[in-house]
């Protein structure tokens, strides 16, 4: 059965620090999601991308997130100067349409020091 | 936007006996109601949906109800083992949204 892939399965970045997070969605999927879980809390929806664009964001998705889909097959996170309140763990998602079941990836563990 | 209240938090059941989630939602315009189980350090995995053109459907142990009206739904596992043992998550989608909104999650533990 496809999956979702993600990378790194955790990374460790000084605060302020750049950070890159990499995503294979499923390969015929065409929306594709970011969501964070904070330790001990709910699963929470960043942003979702679509035909190359930006879909949908929450209010957590702020001017330091970006997303791209840089070639093909990848989907990358990134947070450009990252802070202590960004230590969660992110999931990347895909689906084949925005009504159909999203598929997630086994997350990476983001931890600021 | 949409709000998901999951109950209970935990749940302890033992091995055999029907385990029971309850979720809420609040915007009448959700019309697509996944489950997910997450074990540990694991991915979120789809157990089973529910659209709201339904009222209940059944997967083998896992059944899922949904009251339109009431905006709830529900998630029934039956004959409980102990590779039940997870975090089970609730969440709603709104039509025209492409987000999930999740609830809290549920912890469940069977007992041998």
């Known amino acids: 059965e496809p999956e979702v892939t993600q990378t790194p399965s955790h990374q460790v970045t000084q605060m302020g620090q750049e950070v890159i997070l990499r995503c294979v969605p499923i390969s015929n999927h065409l929306y594709f999601y970011w969501y964070r879980q904070i330790l001990g809390q709910k699963v929470e929806f960043l942003v979702s991308f679509y035909n190359n664009e930006i879909s949908e964001k929450s209010e957590i998705f702020d001017d330091q997130f970006s997303v791209e889909r840089p070639d093909g097959s990848n989907f990358t996170l990134k947070i450009r100067s990252t802070k202590l309140e960004d230590s969660a763990m992110y999931f990347c998602?895909?689906?084949?349409?925005?009504?159909?079941?999203?598929?997630f990836g086994d997350g990476t563990r983001l931890s600021i020091l | 936007g949409e709000n998901v209240e999951q109950h209970p938090s935990t749940l302890s059941v033992q091995e055999g006996d029907s385990a029971v989630i309850k979720c809420t939602y609040s915007?009448?315009?959700?019309?697509?109601f996944p489950w997910y189980k997450q074990e540990l350090g694991k991915r979120p995995q789809l157990i089973i949906d529910?659209?709201?053109?339904?009222g209940e459907k059944k997967d083998q142990r896992i059944a899922v109800t949904l009251n339109k009206t009431a905006k709830h739904f529900s998630l029934h596992i039956t004959e409980t083992q102990p590779e039940d043992s997870a975090v089970y998550f609730c969440?709603?989608?709104?039509?025209?949204?492409?987000?999930?909104?999740f609830g809290a999650g549920t912890t469940v533990t069977v007992r041998a």
């Open positions: 969440a709603a989608h709104r039509s025209n949204d492409y987000k999930l909104s």
């Open positions: 915007d009448s315009a959700s019309n697509y």
């Open positions: 529910i659209r709201s053109n339904v």
């Open positions: 998602a895909s689906s084949g349409n925005s009504n159909q079941p999203q598929h």
